[in-house]
């Protein structure tokens, strides 16, 4: 299924976001490959499995293409033994908030301690509400991005 996926980041800044959470998923990702113009990655979400293959952002970093095909688990996982070096693990919490709901990524592994919230928008001025919870906006941060924290992981870097 392909589309133009608009959507902002933020860091969190308290675990306050666990109490209006309504479920809880396991996520293991790799990527193989993260060129800047595209990135294909391999996920296990739960019990399913999906390739993705993303586009270049837009100058803001809010809008790009992205592609996504269900496959099997056993298929995602001899991909994933595929991908660059370092593999993601993270839970994600689905919160609703208003008439949107935030995806929050707590990282595990490499990356642990990074907390970051995406939101879906239908377009790139849309209104929605930020909950107290939410940090810093870092839309279009390209170190943010799941493909660099598989190459340069939260935990190298220099200073948070």
Same mark, same amino acid.
């Given at each position: 299924m392909?589309?133009?996926?608009?959507?902002?980041?933020?860091?969190?800044?308290?675990?306050?976001?666990?109490?209006?959470?309504?479920?809880?998923?396991?996520?293991?990702?790799?990527?193989?490959? !993260?060129?800047? /113009?595209? !990135?294909?990655r391999?996920?296990?979400?739960? $019990?399913q499995?999906?390739?993705?293959i993303?586009?270049?952002?837009?100058?803001?970093?809010? !809008?790009?293409?992205?592609?996504?095909?269900?496959?099997?688990v056993?298929?995602a !996982?001899?991909?994933?033994?595929?991908? /660059?070096?370092?593999i993601?693990?993270?839970?994600?919490? /689905?919160?609703?908030?208003? #008439?949107?709901?935030?995806?929050?990524? $707590?990282f595990l592994?490499?990356?642990?301690g990074?907390?970051?919230?995406?939101?879906?928008?239908?377009?790139?001025d849309?209104?929605? #509400?930020k909950?107290?919870?939410?940090?810093? /906006?870092?839309?279009? $941060?390209?170190k943010?991005?799941?493909?660099q924290?598989?190459?340069?992981?939260?935990?190298?870097?220099?200073?948070?």
């Open positions: 392909e589309h133009l996926e608009i959507e902002r980041k933020f860091l969190v800044k308290s675990n306050a976001y666990k109490d209006g959470a309504k479920s809880q998923t396991r996520i293991v990702q790799g990527f193989l490959n !993260t060129h800047s /113009e595209r !990135t294909v391999v996920r296990i979400k739960g $019990e499995g999906f390739l993705t993303k586009g270049m952002s837009n100058e803001s970093g809010t !809008t790009r293409f992205e592609w996504e095909t269900e496959i099997s056993a298929e !996982t001899n991909l994933i033994d595929l991908c /660059e070096p370092i993601l693990e993270k839970i994600r919490y /689905e919160v609703p908030v208003g #008439k949107h709901s935030y995806e929050v990524d $707590e592994g490499e990356n642990k990074l907390i970051v919230a995406e939101i879906e928008l239908d377009h790139e849309e209104v929605f #509400k909950p107290d919870w939410l940090g810093k /906006e870092v839309t279009g $941060e390209v943010y991005y799941n493909s924290l598989s190459n340069q992981p939260y935990n190298q870097w220099k200073k948070h």
